[in-house]
């Protein structure tokens, strides 16, 4: 075996990798590096977005808010796409909070640079489009889920969507993000990690939650395969 250390992967954004050599170094050029971390807002509900991001490694949930301090996700973005969707839509504001839930990279680019990019009508324009799709089928499947599967089987497709887009098998998170993500609240939360530790799919740790990829896909419910699919094939090349 050798000994010489290997180069870490780059991270990339799936999105972004599709596109042409030259729209993907403009993108590169109007945008900065920032590291984001667990619990952080990016966008914030009733609000108007000045800038986008292009997770490379960083995973927010996207959350309605509701009154008495009440929310639940409407979908996940990692590096499969772009956080900020409301800007190609022409919407004054965004009807809800972004958070981080897995901590990371992502580039952050200014929205008029962004509206400059996608108004040429390139390759950038398509994928937006295809990736706004799929994400509102995204929204659609959990609308579904949410009413009808149980809160640890909803829990395993999260984890595993996160998994997807970050490649991490533990999850640094809190019973609290967790729960404003899934609708729930910590104690309902931590019931369901139970269950899902029983079934040896994830290990409980003082600050985080490690899965076993093969274990935890058994307690998925059938919208994490139809979701991945989704994406897949409407991101596809």
Same mark, same amino acid.
């Given at each position: =075996?050798? @000994? ?20 993907? @170094? ?46 639940? !996700? ?11 969707? +409301? ?24 929205? +008029? ?47 595993? =969507?996160?998994? +997807? ?19 729930? @609240?910590?104690? !309902?939360? !931590? ?47």
């Amino acid at each position: =075996m050798s @000994n010489v250390a290997q180069p870490l992967p780059v991270p990339v954004n799936l999105l972004l990798s599709h596109l042409p050599v030259h729209e993907r @170094n403009a993108i590169h050029r109007a945008s900065e590096m920032q590291f984001y971390t667990v619990g952080e807002i990016l966008l914030s509900a009733h609000t108007h977005s000045h800038y986008v991001f292009f997770p490379l490694e960083v995973v927010a949930s996207v959350v309605r808010p509701l009154r008495d301090h009440l929310s639940v !996700e409407i979908g996940l973005i990692g590096n499969e796409g772009m956080i900020g969707l +409301d800007v190609i839509m022409d919407a004054k504001t965004q009807n809800d909070d972004t958070i981080v839930q897995s901590a990371g990279s992502a580039l952050r680019m200014p929205e +008029d640079d962004l509206l400059k990019q996608f108004h040429r009508g390139g390759s950038l324009q398509k994928y937006l489009l295809r990736f706004t799709h799929a994400f509102l089928g995204q929204v659609a499947q959990n609308a579904v889920c949410n009413r009808f599967h149980p809160l640890h089987s909803r829990m395993a497709k999260w984890l595993l =969507m996160i998994h +997807d887009r970050s490649a991490i098998a533990e999850v640094h998170s809190s019973p609290a993000l967790i729960g404003a993500a899934l609708g729930a @609240n910590a104690d !309902e939360v !931590e019931q369901a990690i139970s269950r899902l530790a029983l079934d040896k799919g994830v290990r409980q740790r003082r600050n985080s939650i490690a899965i076993d990829r093969d274990r935890l896909e058994l307690s998925a419910c059938e919208c994490y395969e139809t979701l991945r699919e989704s994406y897949a094939r409407t991101l596809a090349s």
